[in-house]
């Protein structure tokens, strides 16, 4: 008993010593490193030390569950449970509805015996609380006691408010199903940071998941997506149970939900289960692949209406909140050219064409929401046929459609894709994972006004604010999500709250270090800047090579070159790496807390320029088919493909065939490509396998995706040299091969840009 006890004694001890590095010397604890940075903010003298002498003491009752959410946080970590009589050392919180603020501001004051919290609202002094938990060490998240620390407040007065009132975060539950504990996890962080709008993206094409109780089928039928081999892809809905706790939750941290139902496009869901409401009438499944979907809710039908009222009341009976989002984006009208209720709906109401029918099909249902005391949101698509003025714009393509909106006064949410979409990667292709399209750094994000230039000054007041969004189609795990979202939704958070003039990109850089120890409290799977520079993680070069890294925010990096994976104790990368033998380079990005980056791994290989090709060879490549489903390419080794046939070039890819995943088939294109000289030349490629010169350099079978993220380099001399390219249309996780077209990328690793082989370079 007594050995059990002294070795528990013993682990304790040293437990404590590895969580006890003193926190309080730490260079992420230092300076003030409020995220978002406050309006006013002035240091002073001193400081006010938490302790168990401190006690708290609330002014009116109607904040106690403000003071009660902080509490309970701040014994978590320091293990102090404030006292509620007078002391020496006073924490006081209060409401003040007359203070010269918005509705969400607050003033904070620390001095050495007495913290004051000023609340114009209970929502400001939520605010107010959460600048004071981040004077405090970054530890303070911490849900464990955190042993030998000081909790220091330094002295600070601080009037502050937000310069938008909508701040927010979208999240796509349908591409792949977002659970519920997930998203509170993220509603706890979102809320630290003053974010207080939740976009939750319900209904879509892939899946169906909020339970409406009059229409089960939704979610008996709507609420799984199957690959194309039958088994599931994902899979979920929420009860209503479920959406109201996760109002709730959200409610107590001033966070609003604003719900979207989609019409009348990105509906498939609930059309497979309720095929009568489109205007062929099925049968439909749920969507297997990513991309935009013909079928729409009929417009010529009254039962569509009638459906989405129920629905709609449905909803509006779970979330309480201003605004129902009824998307409107992504529409192709062809079959509502091709339905005759539909066409006659359009002669009914006096409509010249299919766009107009789309802002009718709106503004009918914006009516309905509207007599029931709400507003709508819908993407920006909706001013195509004429949104009434009392519909908020979400501008996604591009500020275009909110300075349009603006103008004409609407209100609007900016959202601009370029700036605003967390699917895009946040660093190079080669080092990121598969995203949705271009890169949006950190830098980029936050360089973001909400208020384009364009806007004229009177109407500038229509913009509401802006919002981050987290599609994900090439998001397959909620650890990826965070990885996506983190720490840009901090940019969005500091965009949204300080005015334009105050921020400060190297000073926000500082501040994310320190919070990047906040999430890592919460277990948020953030984005490390990872090293870049090589184009590629299998590279070759002939004699020697000179290889140069960087981050995209100049942390350090580590490095080893013997097959070790590095550490902080490895060597600092400092100049470029000079090559003259075959090398591995494993390096690492480090952050000022001591997290490192994932280890990249580059390959440098000494080799020769490939002999080219010497024979003759005609214009065009040959090419061979077959139809059928292949998971990938050791099926379809042994089948029988068509007979070879030359064609100019790759198969283009017709874009406006919408359901062309129907039918699977793999093609084989063989031939030559020509290289200008004797270089080190980049390959990518968009489908299954590519060879050159008879070796397989590019694999992506059984990758979730085909993408142009992995690229591999090849030295090849001046002349000819033999390819094979395989294509297949299969459909793996949401993304066939035909999603772009059909082409090998070819380029000199100094160039930024992947350039598809051109059809004058080909032959057979
Ligand atoms: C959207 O990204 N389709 C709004
Ligand atoms: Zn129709």
Same mark, same amino acid.
């Given at each position: 008993?007594?050995?059990?006890?002294?070795?528990?004694?013993?682990?304790?001890?040293?437990?404590?010593?590895?969580?006890?590095?003193?926190?309080?010397?730490?260079?992420?604890?230092?300076?003030?490193?409020?995220?978002?940075?406050?309006?006013?903010?002035?240091? &002073?003298? +001193?400081?006010?030390?938490?302790?168990?002498?401190?006690?708290?003491?609330?002014?009116?009752?109607?904040?106690?569950?403000?003071?009660?959410?902080?509490?309970?946080?701040? &014994?978590?970590? /320091?293990? !102090?449970?404030?006292?509620?009589?007078?002391?020496?050392?006073?924490?006081?919180? &209060?409401?003040?509805?007359?203070? *010269?603020?918005?509705?969400?501001?607050?003033?904070?004051?620390?001095?050495?015996?007495?913290?004051?919290?000023?609340?114009?609202?209970?929502?400001?002094?939520?605010?107010?609380?959460?600048?004071?938990?981040?004077?405090?060490?970054?530890?303070?998240?911490?849900?464990?006691?955190?042993?030998?620390?000081?909790?220091?407040?330094?002295?600070?007065?601080?009037?502050?408010?937000?310069?938008?009132?909508?701040? +927010?975060?979208?999240?796509?539950?349908?591409?792949?199903?977002?659970?519920?504990?997930?998203?509170?996890?993220?509603?706890?962080?979102?809320?630290?940071?003053?974010?207080?709008?939740? #976009?939750?993206?319900?209904?879509?094409?892939?899946?169906?998941?909020?339970?409406?109780?009059?229409?089960?089928?939704?979610?008996?039928?709507?609420?799984?997506?199957? $690959?194309?081999?039958?088994?599931?892809?994902?899979?979920?809905?929420?009860?209503?149970?479920?959406?109201?706790?996760?109002?709730?939750?959200?409610?107590?941290?001033?966070?609003?939900?604003?719900?979207?139902?989609?019409?009348?496009?990105?509906?498939?869901?609930?059309?497979?289960?309720?095929?009568?409401?489109?205007?062929?009438?099925?049968?439909?499944?749920?969507?297997?692949?990513?991309?935009?979907?013909?079928?729409?809710?009929?417009?010529?039908?009254?039962?569509?209406? #009638?459906?989405?009222?129920?629905?709609?009341?449905?909803?509006?009976? !779970?979330?309480?909140?201003?605004?129902?989002? !009824?998307?409107?984006?992504?529409? *192709?009208?062809?079959?509502?050219?091709?339905?005759?209720?539909?066409?006659?709906?359009?002669?009914?109401?006096?409509?010249?064409?299919?766009?107009?029918?789309?802002?009718?099909?709106?503004?009918?249902?914006?009516?309905?929401?509207?007599?029931?005391?709400?507003?709508?949101?819908?993407?920006?698509?909706?001013?195509?046929?004429?949104?009434?003025?009392?519909?908020?714009?979400?501008?996604?393509?591009?500020?275009?459609?909110?300075?349009?909106?603006?103008?004409?006064?609407?209100?609007?949410?900016?959202?601009? +894709?370029?700036?605003?979409?967390?699917?895009?990667?946040? +660093?190079?292709?080669?080092v990121e994972p598969l995203s949705m399209g271009p890169c949006t750094t950190l830098e980029k994000i936050y360089s973001f006004n909400p208020i384009p230039e364009s806007i004229e000054a009177s109407q500038r007041h229509?913009?509401?604010?802006?919002?981050?969004?987290?599609?994900?189609?090439?998001?397959? /795990?909620?650890?990826?999500?965070?990885?996506?979202?983190?720490?840009?939704?901090?940019?969005?958070?500091?965009?949204?709250?300080?005015?334009?003039?105050?921020?400060?990109?190297?000073?926000?850089?500082?501040?994310?270090? $320190?919070?990047?120890?906040?999430?890592?409290? #919460?277990? !948020?799977?953030?984005?490390?800047?990872?090293?870049?520079?090589?184009?590629?993680?299998?590279?070759?070069?002939?004699?020697?090579?000179?290889?140069?890294?960087?981050?995209?925010? %100049?942390?350090?990096?580590?490095?080893?070159?013997?097959?070790?994976?590095?550490?902080?104790?490895?060597?600092?990368?400092?100049? *470029?790496?000079?090559?003259?033998?075959?090398?591995?380079?494993?390096?690492?990005?480090?952050?000022?807390?001591?997290?490192?980056?994932?280890?990249?791994?580059?390959?440098?290989?000494?080799?020769?320029?490939?002999?080219?090709?010497?024979? %003759?060879?005609?214009?065009?490549?040959?090419?061979?088919?077959?139809?059928?489903?292949?998971?990938?390419?050791?099926?379809?080794?042994?089948?029988?493909?068509?007979?070879?046939?030359?064609? *100019?070039?790759?198969?283009?890819?017709?874009? $406006?065939?919408?359901?062309?995943?129907? /039918?699977?088939?793999?093609?084989?294109?063989?031939?030559?490509?020509?290289?200008?000289?004797?270089?080190?030349?980049?390959?990518?490629?968009?489908?299954?396998?590519?060879?050159?010169?008879?070796?397989?350099?590019?694999?992506?079978?059984?990758?979730?995706?085909?993408?142009?993220?992995?690229?591999?380099?090849?030295?090849?001399?001046?002349?000819?040299?033999?390819?094979?390219?395989?294509?297949?249309?299969?459909?793996?996780?949401?993304?066939?091969? /035909?999603?772009?077209?059909?082409?090998?990328?070819?380029?000199?690793?100094?160039?930024?840009?992947?350039?598809?082989?051109?059809?004058?370079?080909?032959?057979?």
């Open positions: 008993m007594k050995i059990h006890w002294f070795r528990f004694l013993i682990v304790s001890v040293s437990v404590c010593i590895m969580a006890c590095t003193n926190i309080n010397e730490q260079v992420y604890n230092q300076g003030i490193n409020i995220i978002p940075k406050p309006q006013n903010i002035t240091e &002073q003298e +001193g400081s006010f030390v938490l302790d168990k002498t401190t006690a708290v003491k609330l002014q009116s009752s109607d904040i106690k569950s403000v003071a009660d959410y902080f509490l309970r946080k701040i &014994q978590l970590s /320091t293990g !102090i449970e404030l006292l509620r009589d007078n002391a020496e050392k006073m924490l006081v919180l &209060q409401v003040d509805s007359t203070l *010269p603020l918005n509705l969400e501001g607050y003033e904070l004051m620390v001095r050495p015996d007495t913290i004051t919290v000023i609340g114009k609202t209970p929502q400001g002094l939520f605010y107010g609380m959460q600048t004071l938990m981040q004077l405090l060490p970054a530890e303070i998240e911490s849900s464990q006691k955190v042993c030998g620390a000081k909790w220091i407040i330094p002295c600070v007065s601080v009037v502050d408010e937000p310069a938008f009132p909508y701040r +927010g975060m979208h999240m796509d539950a349908c591409r792949h199903f977002t659970p519920v504990d997930f998203i509170k996890k993220q509603l706890d962080v979102m809320a630290m940071f003053k974010i207080n709008r939740f #976009h939750w993206h319900l209904t879509e094409d892939q899946l169906w998941t909020p339970e409406i109780k009059k229409y089960p089928r939704l979610t008996e039928v709507g609420s799984v997506r199957y $690959n194309q081999d039958g088994s599931v892809a994902t899979a979920g809905f929420y009860t209503q149970e479920e959406m109201r706790e996760v109002v709730a939750y959200a409610a107590e941290r001033f966070i609003t939900i604003v719900p979207e139902v989609e019409m009348p496009g990105h509906a498939l869901a609930a059309l497979a289960a309720y095929p009568e409401l489109s205007c062929t009438g099925g049968p439909f499944h749920t969507r297997p692949v990513w991309g935009i979907e013909p079928e729409l809710f009929c417009a010529g039908k009254e039962g569509t209406f #009638h459906f989405l009222e129920d629905v709609i009341d449905e909803i509006l009976d !779970i979330f309480p909140g201003e605004y129902i989002h !009824i998307g409107g984006d992504e529409c *192709p009208m062809v079959r509502w050219e091709q339905c005759p209720l539909c066409q006659q709906r359009m002669k009914e109401e006096g409509l010249r064409n299919e766009t107009e029918l789309h802002g009718w099909f709106l503004r009918r249902m914006e009516n309905y929401i509207r007599s029931k005391g709400r507003k709508i949101i819908g993407w920006d698509e909706i001013l195509d046929g004429g949104a009434s003025s009392t519909a908020a714009v979400m501008s996604w393509r591009g500020d275009v459609g909110g300075i349009k909106a603006a103008n004409s006064s609407h209100h609007v949410i900016m959202t601009p +894709g370029q700036y605003c979409y967390l699917d895009y990667r946040q +660093g190079g292709r080669t229509f913009v509401l604010g802006a919002q981050v969004n987290v599609w994900r189609e090439y998001i397959f /795990t909620t650890d990826h999500m965070e990885y996506m979202i983190y720490p840009r939704a901090l940019a969005l958070a500091e965009l949204t709250w300080t005015p334009t003039e105050q921020k400060d990109f190297p000073d926000f850089v500082r501040r994310v270090n $320190n919070a990047y120890v906040r999430l890592d409290e #919460h277990h !948020i799977n953030y984005h490390i800047p990872l090293p870049e520079g090589p184009v590629g993680n299998e590279m070759e070069f002939v004699d020697t090579v000179s290889v140069a890294f960087f981050n995209t925010r %100049n942390y350090p990096m580590y490095y080893t070159v013997n097959g070790n994976n590095p550490t902080i104790k490895s060597t600092l990368y400092q100049n *470029p790496l000079f090559l003259d033998k075959t090398t591995t380079i494993k390096i690492i990005t480090v952050l000022p807390s001591g997290k490192i980056s994932q280890i990249r791994t580059v390959n440098y290989v000494k080799t020769d320029y490939a002999p080219a090709y010497q024979g %003759n060879t005609q214009p065009g490549i040959w090419m061979r088919h077959v139809d059928g489903l292949f998971s990938n390419s050791a099926a379809y080794k042994n089948v029988q493909f068509s007979e070879p046939k030359v064609i *100019p070039c790759f198969t283009p890819v017709d874009l $406006n065939k919408l359901d062309d995943y129907k /039918t699977p088939w793999v093609e084989i294109y063989e031939g030559y490509f020509e290289v200008p000289e004797d270089a080190v030349y980049a390959f990518a490629v968009n489908s299954e396998e590519l060879w050159v010169d008879g070796k397989l350099i590019l694999d992506y079978n059984n990758k979730v995706a085909r993408n142009l993220t992995t690229v591999v380099t090849k030295a090849l001399a001046k002349g000819k040299h033999r390819f094979q390219l395989n294509k297949n249309n299969s459909i793996k996780q949401g993304f066939p091969d /035909t999603w772009r077209e059909t082409t090998f990328y070819i380029q000199s690793p100094d160039d930024d840009f992947l350039v598809a082989v051109k059809e004058s370079q080909l032959s057979h």
